[in-house]
């Protein structure tokens, strides 16, 4: 999942980027609603991290803004505002969950997993396509029911692949998963990444269209 968190606080912002990568996410990190507005317009992400009191207005605008502009990227409020008609506010602003600081990273983590799953219509934990099984919860990958040895980066594509089950995802899209702002990106990246999940996958695993982007069949 590529996150964008929209935190002011240098500290929290800083421990919640470093829990976030733990779990594997690849997190952007903004500190005011203009500049979380800039991201959204120009790259796509997995869901928002969104807390409200920040230097430039109040963080409900950035939401509005999404959806105003037709935006459903799943958003979860992170704030100090425990009132009830708050956290009314912030749901009926279009948020998809609330979460009150302070906050254990985990449980941010896991309700970040659930809301994405809901968003792309799978509730389930797992993901299968043939002899390929993905664990979302424990973040691991069997094939014909051995552990496969994925490096995170190798796990994102996959896990991307197998969200789009039969659906054809495009280079720039699997790039925008794996990679944030301050990436560097190596111009065969992404063949590498296809190549290495061949071997230990199966060569047959993902299918490559040349020219408009790679999918992984359901019919596996």
Same mark, same amino acid.
């Given at each position: 999942m590529r996150i964008l968190l929209v935190e002011d606080d240098y500290l929290l912002g800083e421990a919640v980027v470093d829990g976030l990568r733990q779990e594997?996410?690849?997190?952007?990190?903004?500190?005011?609603?203009?500049?979380?507005?800039?991201?959204?317009?120009?790259?796509s992400f997995s869901a928002l991290v969104l807390d409200l009191g920040l230097p430039d207005g109040d963080g409900l605008s950035v939401l509005r803004w999404l959806r105003q502009h037709g935006q459903s990227t799943p958003v979860v409020i992170v704030t100090a505002r425990d009132r009830i008609s708050d956290r009314i506010g912030g749901l009926d602003a279009g948020a998809d969950d609330y979460l009150i600081k302070p906050f254990d990273i985990e449980e941010l983590g896991a309700r970040l997993r659930a809301i994405t799953r809901r968003a792309e219509g799978c509730a389930a934990a797992l993901l299968v396509a043939g002899n390929v099984v993905l664990d979302l919860r424990e973040r691991t990958v069997t094939?014909?029911?051995?552990?496969?040895? &994925?490096?995170?980066?190798?796990?994102?594509?996959?896990? &991307? &692949?197998?969200?789009?089950?039969?659906?054809?995802v495009t280079r720039a899209e699997i790039e925008e998963e794996l990679y944030g702002f301050d990436d560097h990106i190596a111009s065969n990246a992404i063949e590498v990444h296809i190549h290495n999940l061949r071997r230990k996958l199966g060569p047959g695993f993902i299918t490559n269209l040349k020219g408009r982007g790679y999918r992984v069949d359901n019919s596996r």
């Open positions: 594997g996410c690849v997190v952007d990190w903004v500190q005011d609603s203009s500049a979380a507005i800039a991201a959204v317009s120009t790259s094939c014909q029911g051995e552990p496969a040895a &994925l490096t995170a980066r190798e796990y994102a594509v996959v896990e &991307l &692949l197998m969200r789009k089950l039969g659906c054809l």
